[in-house]
């Protein structure tokens, strides 16, 4: 059988695997559940795993009756900046504070994209940061260290 949507059909195979992992984590690691007005830590995980799976389906249904495009080559590019940027934040956060880190975060991940311009990469980091330190410091108040640690004392 030829499929017509090949990139549809392996999105929504993609949200039936992502869904099912969730549900079945729930119920494998026995979180309890509680009911819909007093929500136990499994209830909301094992909802959205069930919601994703029947939308995997969904979309798996819908990819055999309509014509589309074909995967095109997966992009190991993007994959590899992206993942690389936020294993280097996760090791250099608390040495080299927030807002360094997540610049570092912003510039690396840039570069698994098809244009990088320095300045505009450099202005949405500072950005990023500004942003992130206001709401995850000082409104959240997070202990996140903003600073390098030979700044800050």
């Not at 992502?18 to 909301?44: C, D, H, N, Q, W």
């Not at 495009?69 to 993007?78: L, Q, T, Y």
């Not at 975060?105 to 992130?132: D, P, R, W």
Request: glycine share 10%; hydrophobic share 60%; charged share 10%.
């Amino acid at each position: 059988m030829k499929l017509k949507n090949p990139k549809d059909f392996w999105s929504g195979v993609m949200f039936m695997a992502i869904g099912l992992a969730f549900a079945i984590v729930v119920k494998v690691f026995e979180y309890p559940m509680g009911t819909s007005s007093r929500m136990g830590p499994g209830y909301f995980p094992f909802v959205l795993g069930i919601v994703m799976t029947l939308l995997g389906v969904a979309i798996i249904i819908e990819s055999m009756a309509t014509q589309g495009e074909p995967v095109s080559k997966f992009a190991w590019r993007p994959l590899a900046f992206i993942l690389g940027a936020v294993v280097i934040f996760g090791l250099i956060v608390k040495v080299a504070g927030m807002a360094a880190s997540i610049i570092v975060l912003v510039l690396v991940s840039a570069f698994g994209g098809h244009e990088f311009k320095l300045k505009e990469v450099l202005i949405a980091g500072v950005i990023l940061a500004v942003f992130s330190v206001l709401v995850f410091v000082y409104g959240l108040k997070l202990p996140f260290p903003i600073w390098p640690s030979f700044i800050s004392g």
